[in-house]
Structure formats: C-alpha cells, structure tokens
C-alpha cells in the first residue's frame, strides 16, 4: 500500500452474542476536539429467531 492510499473496509465482522451470526457493522460518531470521529461497532442482528433480533429501521425521508 502506498502512502497516499488509506485502507477503508474493516478487517473483522462482528457477530451476534445470542445466535453467532455475522452483523452489519454500524457506523456511530462521536465529537472529539471539535471533529467527528467515526465508530464501527455491531449493527442490531437481523435473525428473526434471535432473541436479540431487531426489526430492520426506516430511515427518514430528506426533506426537499
């Protein structure tokens, strides 16, 4: 890898602690110094036999 290139995809998948199925990841951000900084972390498992199973979110619609 070059120096001018920056590796974008995370390295790791997460997986659901209930049925140990792959996650989406899901990006957060925080404020730090004034900047967003993004966090990956584990995205809400999709599996509707989970316990921990979370129904998919509509996302808002832009405004025009």
Not at 47 to 50: A, E, L, S
């Given at each position: 890898m070059t120096s001018h290139m920056r590796e974008t995809e995370p390295r790791a998948?997460?997986?659901c602690p209930v049925c140990r199925r792959t996650v989406h990841n899901e990006i957060k951000r925080h404020k730090t110094l004034g900047v967003f900084v993004p966090?990956?972390?584990p995205g809400p498992c999709h599996?509707?036999?989970?316990t921990e199973y979370e129904t998919p979110r509509r996302r808002p619609r832009p405004r025009p």
């Open positions: 998948e997460h997986v966090l990956w972390g599996n509707p036999d989970c």
